[in-house]
Every structure is written in C-alpha cells, then in structure tokens.
C-alpha cells in the first residue's frame, strides 16, 4: 500500500525566505504527483502536477520537483511572504490500481510566514 | 465559474439518521470521488467515478453509497449515521487521462458533518 510522508509537520519562518518541503512517497509505480494547499477552513487549492515522466514543475515563486525512483519530491518557495502560510499537502496517484488507488496524500506541513 | 459545489456546508445528524451530501461540477468533468478529512489521518478516498455510471470503492468505502446517474453530480450517501463518520468530507473532480486516472484535481469547499 502507498504511503506519503510529509516532513516536517510544520515549519515557521521569516517573511523572505525561501523554502524547501519535503515529500515521499514508498512505491515509485505512480501516475503523478500533485501539490495542493489548504487554507483554515477551506477546500484544497491545486498548485502543481507532475507527470511521471516530468522532473519538475513552476508556477510563479513555486518549484515542484519529482525523484520517482527515490521516490522524492520537492516543494520550493521563494521569497515567502505571509499570505503563503497555509498547510500544504502532497498527494500522489498510484499507477498499478487502473485508478482504484484514487490519490493518497501527506499528512501535509503547516507552514507560517511571519511578518 | 462555480468549479465543484458542495451541499451542505455543515450538518449534525443523530446517531442512526440518514442523509445525502450533495455535489455538482460544472466543467464536464468525467472524475469525481468523494474524501474524508479527519485529525491526524490526512485525506482518505471513499468512493471515486470514472464517469456517468461507473463508481467504485476506495480505501474507507464502508457506510457510505455513491451513485453517478449525470456528468455533473456525485452525491454521497450515509445510510446510517455513526458518531465514527463524523468528519470533514470534500468532493473533488478533475479530467480522466491516460484511461482512468484522475489528472489535475478541483475540490469543493467541504461539508462538515457531526454525528451525535
């Protein structure tokens, strides 16, 4: 059964920095893999997704990148500004299922800018 | 532009009770499922659907229905409420690629659910 782990749990930094949150996953036989936020309260907001086939992915200040044989991927976020805290959890989809493994996720990190 | 909508957004129920979670995508969307969030157990698959007709089981499955009769809705059914299936549960959909796998996901806003 797939397993995704998230380190750390969570994470408070000075508004400014940039940032790295980890993801892995223990079957490399994956689909994609996708990056999402949370806010309090709210849904899940889709940030990125990587194909199996693809090292890496950006939009705007975010950088994802997958390791499928080490079964690793990467969150990066430059200069980080307050409206960025938020939980942020990995999911992936599993590519023996023919679906039925849907996407298993992270626990997520809880990430807190401070002004 | 609604995205994925989800109805209602908080409920309580009694134990036993029975009710309907409600979902509706407008963006032609052929996958849908539905996921429960609780503390300290992340997000686990209920039930998903390929599209009009076919749903399936997925991780947690056991208490709920599902049933997909159009594209655009996917409601969830609680047949018999149990304080266990109190949780936060979001409705997601997204394009089908590659035949059955779900691409890039949308998820509703949730619906909070306590049973007493």
């Given at each position: 059964k797939q397993e995704v782990t998230q380190i750390p749990a969570a994470l408070s930094v000075p508004e400014g920095e940039n940032l790295v949150l980890n993801c892995s996953f223990t079957?490399?036989?994956?689909?994609n893999l996708q990056w999402f936020r949370q806010d309090p309260g709210k849904g899940l907001t889709s940030l990125l997704l990587i194909q199996s086939s693809q090292r890496e992915q950006t939009s705007g200040r975010l950088n994802a990148s997958l390791d499928k044989s080490s079964g690793r991927s990467t969150l990066y976020i430059a200069a980080?500004?307050?409206?960025?805290s938020a939980t942020y959890l990995c999911a992936v989809v599993g590519s023996s299922g023919g679906g039925a493994d849907g996407l298993t996720f992270g626990k997520g990190t809880h990430l807190i800018i401070q002004p | 532009n609604a995205g994925v909508t989800q109805t209602p957004k908080f409920q309580v129920l009694k134990t036993g009770q029975s009710m309907t979670l409600q979902c509706a995508q407008?963006?032609?969307?052929e996958y849908m499922s539905w996921y429960r969030q609780d503390p300290g157990m992340g997000l686990r698959l209920i039930h998903y659907s390929v599209g009009a007709g076919i749903t399936d089981q997925g991780e947690v499955p056991n208490g709920y229905n599902v049933s997909r009769s159009t594209t655009e809705d996917f409601p969830l059914r609680l047949l018999s409420a149990a304080p266990s299936q109190t949780s936060v549960y979001f409705c997601a959909s997204s394009e089908r690629t590659g035949g059955v796998f779900p691409g890039e996901l949308f998820f509703g806003e949730g619906s909070r659910l306590t049973v007493l």
């Open positions: 079957d490399s036989a994956i689909y980080s500004q307050p409206g960025d | 407008d963006m032609n969307h």
